[in-house]
Structures are given as structure tokens and as C-alpha cells.
């Protein structure tokens, strides 16, 4: 039976959230206010740990449970404001979440491109400028008023495991040694660390990586991502699902993660005490909060049934290890979980205790952010010069010459009387900048740009939209027949592909084919086709078409993607971007999206996934990318032998009765592993015609097939600048006992022994792994 008391303070918890004042400084421990000067919690000198743990005595259990969601208010007695955990800064800072305002001095933020074409530079410095610059945006909001939190959701690091995943746009793709570097670069950028050091105690802003674990379906044939269970093997989640994560802890020291909707083998990853506690903060270190994603706790009990009642669902996730709800879940349940016995004051206390440590981190607790570390970062920061130079940089970077039929790119100004700009993505500046984005500084259509390289330029969009269900194909005919170049912008856009929306097909949507092959049979030399798309789509068609003669990706590439692509195709810059994810034929539609294993299944015609599983025949291979210029590669090192000089203990036979034998690293100390680094040096000669960038990828393969061993694997990766006729040599130091470890069924990590093959091209380099 509820008392007077209680009823009472049950009231009080539900009218904190709507008690918004204003005239409350975005700060707390202000100086100027008597009331608070001498709190223990605002002493600067004492620790962290200190400082929070005075903080929280000092709560009512009311005023604690408030603080467990996104939108935390003001407790106005302690001097402390309301604070806003959401907000999102996936390419740029964006007022998708709660905590970011375009509506003061400053209206507009850089948006650089969707996360996918960033990776395809290969360039982890690159993806560190991009979190240092977001990260310095995300300040400057915050000194102009504008930002009532400083927490951003990202970046997304999911592997990019199905085609049809409507938010594989957010990722760094497929691979998980690249989605592992993204996260490493981009967290230490936001967070304001240096590019190879160690973290720090202090926050720019914090990022959190999202979403832990195995989140890769939204909405696929009836199945939705707020109840669908992930069912994956032991091995497969240790090689493929949780490695991004184990780096962005371990070597990026992020300061948040958010646990997903799904369920992995029948468990809420919110609410799996195993994933949460014992694995990111006990074997990796995990120093932060833990959000849930939006209203995340109360699908376990609505959507997914999992736990009797919505207590249940509240108290499981807490003690899970869960910090902090995105959603009202927690506040309206977390007091009547308590009186139930189901959920203890000491549950509220931890997760209070990490959210509170990294307000703290941010300097929240300081005093005036004015006078501290990052408080002269000025709006004049945000669409910076720099900024923006940045976001061009990153979009001729990443943007992927995947056809150059005799060298019809570049196209040379001089040469060019008249041009013919034709397709539904080619006027639309919006398609450009991708999901999860802000305002842009600016912003020009491709048609915008063109028509200042070529005075002569005419448009037609052939379709209403991308959808293309209604087109305008004669039209866009004869003005393809009439001009001497034409440059189609085709592909998807955030109606086809995008949070909540995964595809059912592979292929150009509509009547967007038919547009290309029409206009392609008039042309006067061949067309050349940009697509602009996140996730890959099946243009077999177009590869060997020679009417067709150029085929550009430009992804989502952001404000300056207009400008960019213009000038891959007038040949102002060299393209030297790769494909990070596998472009699949529409045949592949007939896998499941919820099956999850990676590994084929010859018994049963399941292909696999990814270029390290895939058997299929790929219409663009994973790294595939080609440039202006021919690059070539030999290795400098000498066939190298690995002696694994270790007791018979650490000898493993492998589960699939190959005969292979490796040794179990788990059985190997620190020490040991150190022992066996080894250098891998590849020059890199560019012949010409054009000064580039260019990204040697480096991969191994394993003495066998058997067992699931991946068909090869990307273990490095480097971008260079050459100028004509340069040589360059590359470094790779690798680590066997992470590089060249194959998991097993079970999840046991071995190095297998025998010959082993690092290839780059069509260059190899043998490595005898023996006892």
C-alpha cells in the first residue's frame, strides 16, 4: 500500500522533468553563488570520485532518478542546471538529438560527407581531423549558448554486415580492423586526445559508440530492429561483431557507449549484465556511461516481451550496467521497481556515479566554462575556413572511380563546348549530405558546380525523383544527343535507405536504368554515371556497356560533394578513394537479412558475407577503386619465419579435423607476443600521368580455408601522397597475436602454423609461422 510519503515524493519525480528554468546556467559550481561555493562536489582540487560521491549524498532519491534519463533537469537547490545527454554529431554536428540549437549567432555547422565515403580514403588521420573539427564545432556551440549538452552519439561502428541495411550509410563499412581504426581516430578527435597518445581525464566533448552490440537490421520483411533477436556465433561475435567496440575502449578510450534495440541470442543487449559490465568495463577497461538507445528499455517489456513488467525491464537494465534511458522508461518506473524490492538505491548510485564523473570530465562542474581549457573556442570556429576546406578534402578523398573505360576521365575543360547534366540527384543539395546531418555551412548542387566548368550546360532530371516511378525519358534523350559530354547523377536517397527503412532490392529503384541505357545510346562519346548512394547497389549493367565509360560512387559527400565530384571529373583531383564494403548483384536479396552468420554454408547455398566470406561473384569488389595514375608495389622485407618457441600446452589441433595445428594465444604472455612483431615495408611507386593519393591495403591469408578461416583479411592500411615518379615506402608492423589469429568455434583465438601470405596487389610476401 503506498503511504502519504510516498505518494508524494512519486509526484514530486514527475514534475521535475517540466521544472525547465531558464535563467539556470548551463554550468555549475558558479563562483559568483555563495550557495554553492563551498560544496565539496565543486572543489576542483579533490578527485573525481570525491566530488561525485559528495554530489550524490547529497540527492534525494527523487532528485537521483530524475538525473537516469536524456533529459535531465535542474536540481535548482545544488546550483545544478538541466542537462540534455542527446546529441548527435555523426559528420558534423547535428540538432537531430535534443541538445544542439541552430538558432542562435550560429545557424549552421560543417557537414562533411556520411561516414561510409570518409572510410573509403582509407585515411585514419583524415578521420581524426573530422572528430577534431566536430569536436571544436561541438564547443563552440556550447560557449555561444547554444548546446545544453555536450555528450554526442557517435560514431556508429556496426559492421556493415548486410547491402540492404538502410543505416550502413553511418558506418566505416564492413571490415572490422577499419570500423575498429574509424572509431579509434574519431573518438580521440571529438574527445580532444592526440592522434597516437594515451587519453586523458578531460573532455572537448564526449563520444559514445553505438550500437553494442550486433545492430545491423532496422526494418526488414516484417522484422523490426526493437525486437529482433541476433543470433550469432561465438565465433563470429569475436571476430566480426565485437572488435570495433574492444577498440574504441581500449585504444580510442571512449567515454560512452549505447547498448541497441536487439537482442543477441535472446538476450536485450541493454539488459546483458555479461555484455555490459563484465565485458566493456571488466576485460576492456570501459571508463563512462552507457546510454540505452531510445526507448530501448521499454521495448524488452513491450515489443520484446522479455521481462513480466515494466519494473522488470527498469530494474534488469540498471543492474545490467546500463546508466542512463533515453526514453521516460526509467523515470516513471525506477521508484515503484525500488518499492518492489526489484531494484536498490546502491543500482541508482552507480549509474548516477558514471554520469556524473563525465559531466565532471567536461569541465560542467568547474565553474564559468569561460575561463577553463576550452572556453575561447569561438563561433567563429563553426564553418570555419579550415572547416570546410576539411570537408572537401574528405570528399574527393573518399569518392571511388569504379569505372574508366579508355580513359575518359578526366574530361579537360577546354574541350568541353557543351554538357548535358541529366538524373534526380543531380539538383538536389539535400541528397548530398546524407542522415544524422545539421545545417551546412553551404551548399551546391553537382548542377550548380558544372555549370560553372562549363558555361554551356544543360538539365534534365529524367525522373521526378529517385524513386523514378515517373520519368521524363525522352526528354533527357534528346538532350543527351545534342551536347558533347553527359554526366548522369543517379542512385538512392534517405526515402530508400535510411534509419528505420532498410531495401528489399539491389537496384537502381524505378525507371532509373532504363534512363541510363537510353541516354547512353544516343550519346556522342560515353556518358559518364555518378552514383550517389550509401549503401551498393547492382549496375552490373553499366560494366560492360561501352557507351557508359566512366562510373563514379560519391556516397553521401557532404556540403562540398558538388564541388568535389566536379573535380574528379575535370581532373583537379586524382581519385584515390576504395570501396569499403562489397557491392553485391541482386541475386543476393535471397539471403535472409536475419541471418546473421558471416561464414558460408556450401551444404546448404548460403554464400557468406563480406569479402572475407562472400564465395559469390561481387559486382565491385571490396577496396576496389581506381585513379588517374598507375601505382605499383613490391615488397622491401624478406620472407620472415616465425619460431613460436612454447610449450606443447600452448598447441592447439583446430575443431574441424583439418589437421591444422596452431597455438592458442591466450596461452601466450604479453611479453611473448611482443617478441614476435614483425615489419612488413611495401614501396609504392607512382608512374603517372597526375600527382595522387593512394591507399595500400595490406592483407593476409592463412595457410587454409578450414574452419571458417576467412578468405583473407585486411590487417593495414595507409594513404599516401605521390607525386609522379615518386617511390615511397610503407611500413606495416604487425602483431601475430592479433593479426594473424583465427578464431575457432568455440571462440579460442589461434595462430595457425605454416606458410602464411601477405599480399598487397598482386605482390606477396611469405611468412612461416613454426615450433
Request: include cysteine; proline fraction near 5%; hydrophobic fraction near 35%.
Amino acid at each position: 500500500m503506498r503511504t502519504v510519503t510516498d505518494t508524494i515524493l512519486l509526484l514530486l519525480l514527475l514534475l521535475l522533468p517540466t521544472s525547465i528554468l531558464s535563467s539556470i546556467s548551463p554550468f555549475s559550481c558558479d563562483a559568483s553563488n555563495p550557495s554553492t561555493k563551498d560544496y565539496p562536489f565543486c572543489n576542483v582540487n579533490l578527485p573525481t570520485e570525491r566530488r561525485v560521491d559528495d554530489l550524490i549524498a547529497r540527492l534525494t532519491l527523487a532528485e537521483k532518478i530524475s538525473q537516469l534519463v536524456d533529459r535531465a533537469p535542474p536540481i535548482p537547490r545544488l546550483g545544478l542546471p538541466g542537462y540534455k545527454w542527446w546529441s548527435e554529431a555523426l559528420h558534423g554536428i547535428s540538432d537531430a538529438g535534443r541538445g544542439i540549437h541552430y538558432n542562435g549567432s550560429i545557424s549552421s555547422g560543417t557537414s562533411f560527407p556520411q561516414v561510409i565515403l570518409t572510410a573509403a580514403s582509407f585515411n585514419p588521420l583524415l578521420w581524426y581531423r573530422i572528430g577534431e573539427a566536430i569536436g571544436t564545432e561541438a564547443r563552440a556551440l556550447y560557449n555561444a549558448g547554444q548546446a545544453e549538452g555536450l555528450t554526442f552519439w557517435a560514431p556508429n561502428i556496426n559492421i556493415f554486415r548486410d547491402p540492404r541495411w538502410g543505416r550502413g550509410q553511418e558506418t566505416p563499412g564492413e571490415d572490422p580492423l577499419m570500423a575498429s581504426k574509424y572509431a579509434v581516430s574519431y573518438v580521440r578527435g571529438v574527445q580532444g586526445y592526440s592522434y597516437g597518445g594515451e587519453g586523458g581525464a578531460g573532455l572537448k566533448a564526449s563520444a559514445c559508440c553505438k550500437h553494442f552490440t550486433a545492430y545491423d537490421l532496422d526494418r526488414w520483411n516484417g522484422v523490426l530492429r526493437y525486437s529482433f533477436n541476433a543470433k550469432i556465433s561465438v565465433q563470429d561475435l569475436e571476430d566480426t561483431y565485437q572488435p570495433p567496440f574492444k577498440s574504441c575502449v581500449e585504444q580510442g578510450h571512449a567515454s560512452g557507449i549505447m547498448c541497441s534495440y536487439n537482442q543477441v541470442n535472446g538476450v536485450p543487449t541493454c539488459a546483458d549484465y555479461n555484455l555490459l559490465t563484465k565485458t566493456a568495463r571488466g576485460l576492456w577497461g570501459f571508463n563512462g556511461y552507457i546510454t540505452s538507445d531510445c526507448d530501448a528499455v521499454s521495448v524488452i517489456y513491450t515489443s520484446q516481451k522479455y521481462t513480466k513488467t515494466p519494473e522488470d525491464a527498469v530494474a534488469i537494465t540498471l543492474k545490467a550496467g546500463m546508466d542512463v534511458n533515453c526514453g521516460e522508461y526509467v523515470r516513471n518506473y525506477a521508484y515503484s521497481a525500488i518499492k518492489q524490492g526489484k531494484l536498490s538505491e546502491k543500482d541508482i548510485n552507480r549509474g548516477l556515479h558514471n554520469l556524473f564523473s563525465i559531466r565532471m570530465r567536461l569541465g560542467l562542474f568547474n565553474g564559468s566554462p569561460t575561463l577553463l581549457l576550452f572556453g575561447n573556442i569561438a563561433s567563429k570556429q563553426v564553418c570555419s575556413g579550415a572547416h570546410q576546406n576539411l570537408a572537401l578534402e574528405a570528399a574527393r578523398d573518399g569518392i571511388v572511380l569504379l569505372k574508366n573505360l579508355k580513359k575518359i576521365l578526366p574530361l579537360s575543360k577546354s574541350k568541353v563546348s557543351s554538357l548535358a547534366v541529366i538524373g534526380p540527384n543531380a539538383n538536389r543539395a539535400s541528397v548530398l549530405l546524407g542522415n544524422y546531418n545539421g545545417p551546412p555551412c553551404k551548399s551546391n548542387t553537382p548542377l550548380q558546380v558544372l555549370q560553372n566548368y562549363v558555361k554551356n550546360t544543360r538539365f534534365s532530371a529524367g525522373c521526378d525523383t529517385v524513386i523514378c516511378n515517373t520519368s521524363h525519358i525522352d526528354e533527357a534523350v534528346k538532350l543527351a544527343g545534342s551536347v558533347d559530354y553527359v554526366i548522369l547523377f543517379m542512385g538512392l536517397d534517405l526515402t530508400l535507405e535510411k534509419e528505420d527503412l532498410d531495401r528489399d532490392n539491389l537496384v537502381l529503384p524505378g525507371m532509373q536504368k532504363e534512363l541510363i541505357t537510353s541516354v547512353a545510346r544516343v550519346v556522342k562519346r560515353p556518358a559518364i554515371l555518378v552514383l550517389l548512394c550509401g549503401g551498393p547497389v547492382d549496375v552490373s549493367f553499366v560494366k560492360n556497356d561501352e557507351n557508359i565509360g566512366g562510373v563514379l560512387w560519391g556516397g553521401y559527400p557532404g556540403e562540398a560533394g558538388g564541388l568535389a565530384i566536379a573535380e574528379v571529373i575535370f581532373g583537379e583531383h586524382n581519385p584515390g578513394g576504395r570501396l569499403p564494403l562489397t557491392w553485391y548483384p541482386q541475386d543476393f536479396t535471397k539471403v535472409p537479412m536475419t541471418d546473421m552468420r558471416m561464414r558460408a554454408d556450401p551444404g546448404s547455398g548460403y554464400p557468406g558475407r563480406t569479402y572475407r566470406f562472400y564465395t559469390g561473384k561481387p559486382v565491385f569488389k571490396f577496396g576496389h577503386g581506381l585513379g588517374y595514375s598507375t601505382f605499383s608495389y613490391k615488397f622491401k622485407s624478406t620472407p620472415k619465419i616465425l619460431l613460436l618457441n612454447k610449450s606443447a600446452t600452448a598447441l592447439q589441433s583446430s575443431n574441424n579435423n583439418s589437421g591444422i595445428t596452431g597455438y592458442d594465444v591466450s596461452k601466450m604472455s604479453r611479453s611473448e607476443c611482443e617478441l614476435l612483431k614483425l615489419s612488413a615495408i611495401v614501396g609504392v611507386e607512382n608512374h603517372g600521368p597526375m600527382d595522387g593519393k593512394h591507399s595500400v591495403l595490406l592483407f593476409l591469408r592463412r595457410p587454409s580455408l578450414a574452419g571458417g578461416r576467412a578468405r583473407k583479411q585486411l590487417v593495414g592500411f595507409e594513404s599516401l601522397s605521390l607525386k609522379t615518379g615518386e617511390t615511397a615506402h610503407v611500413e606495416f608492423v604487425l602483431k601475430p597475436c592479433e593479426d594473424f589469429v583465427h578464431v575457432e568455434e568455440d571462440g579460442r583465438k589461434l595462430v595457425d602454423l605454416g606458410s602464411h601470405f601477405l599480399m598487397v596487389g598482386k605482390e606477396k610476401l611469405e611468412v612461416s609461422v613454426v615450433a
